[in-house]
């Protein structure tokens, strides 16, 4: 639905501009959940009327190739987005993705992952923000689930969702509590939340005991599961998600527990939750950053 409200957005810059909103995405190495996302975002902004690019190097690129790709794509008139998918191949380095993000040029960082955006998301003045956070805040406000007020709960505190998430929350005037692996008692301080993000990318960690009865809930974590006795232990016999894995070979699941879903009042599918709407917010940048830049 975001993406069709969007298409009309894509043709009048196309009109305007003599030429569509373009993304590149940079994509090193073949991690096997990286090339299905990668794949969801380009066909996303292909089937939006965009000009959607990928931008492949090998496991074994030196990771100046990646820099040398990102600096490129910073000086491509026709390029308004560049998204580095993460994450890079581990022989790169532990700073390696941060160095990444800081070499893209900040009009074109449709990841919202560039320090100046993540300043100027502290400040509440961003433009471009990290786009599994922000498709979360677009699906609680599509729902009409009030914030104002409202106490908030993460868990997980990493730069790309925990983090971001709180502030988008603080700034729509929610009390915001990001806990993270030190937190003490962490499903008291869940229990206290009206409205529970967890972003931790432990299976089934969030069980009914974290869950005020009638939160809302969004489970933004996404781990495959390929062991039966993994599936076991969250499905009972005869559920329907167990036939799917015996079907597929694994699973997909949450961070939530899926008893959970009897206490919240409202909680997001794993999958066909978060994901889609994190893909949603990469076109929606995409249209920003070159409307911006126009
Ligand atoms: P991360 O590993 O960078 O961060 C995980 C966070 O969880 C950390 O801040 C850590 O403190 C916290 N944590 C870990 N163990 C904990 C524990 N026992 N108790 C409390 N907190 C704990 O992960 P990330 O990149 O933020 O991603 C989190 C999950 O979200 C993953 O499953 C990832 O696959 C998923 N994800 C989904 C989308 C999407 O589009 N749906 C996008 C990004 C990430």
Redesign the pocket.
Known sequence: MIRAELRPRVAAFTSRRGRPPGLAVVLAGHNPASEIYVRHKLRALDEAGCRAQLVRLDAAAAFTEVLDAVARLNTDGAVDGILVQSPLPTEMGAGAEQRVFDAIDPAKDVDGFHPSNVGLLVQNRSSLVAC?PLGCLELLERAGIPLAGRHAVI????N???KPMALLLLHRDATVTL???R?VD?PAVAREADILVA????PA?VTAEFVKPGATVVD????RLDQASEVERLFPAGHPRRRQFQANGSLLVG?VHPDVEEVAGALTPVPGG??PL?IAMVLRNTLTAAENRA
């Open positions: 599994t868990i997980g505190r990493s790309i969702v925990g806990c993270h692996s937190t962490l972003a931790i990318g432990r960690f933004v974590g996404i781990t961070d978060v994901g994190t």
